[in-house]
């Protein structure tokens, strides 16, 4: 019983702190690749924040969704889709493209 008054201040102060820990919830944001390019070819999404980017490969041939400024890349077959994960984006510009197809370019803008 001692253990238990002893301890309640310790786990009340632990709840009261939680808020402060708790994880962000993930802005996702649907992506198609078609033959034509990258569909939306501007994507958004708030500073900050855990995103996660939706690719869907509608090409009729492999892509790799690439970019240098988001340290990401990842090849997608045709009719796959796949989830990119980027955190912690300050505002800015981040542009993106398809490494097997180079004229297909995009930006995600952090606001």
């Known amino acids: 019983m001692l ?23 993930d802005h996702t944001i649907a992506l198609a690749v078609t033959d034509a390019g990258f569909d939306p070819a501007e ?9 996660r980017i939706e690719i869907t490969n509608k090409s009729s041939a ?4 690439e970019s240098f400024e988001l340290n990401r890349e990842r090849v ?3 009719g796959q889709t796949v989830s990119v994960y ?4 300050d505002a800015g510009s981040y542009a993106f ?7 297909r370019k995009g930006t995600l803008v952090v606001r």
């Open 86 to 89: 980027v955190t912690g984006l």
């Open 3 to 25: 253990r238990i008054v002893l301890l309640a201040p310790l786990l009340l102060a632990a709840t009261a702190a939680a808020p402060a820990f708790a994880i962000a919830e």
């Open 62 to 65: 492999a892509i790799e969704f």
């Open 76 to 78: 997608i077959q045709s």
């Open 43 to 51: 994507i958004q999404a708030p500073a900050g924040s855990r995103v």
């Open 97 to 103: 493209f398809d490494d097997f197809h180079q004229e």
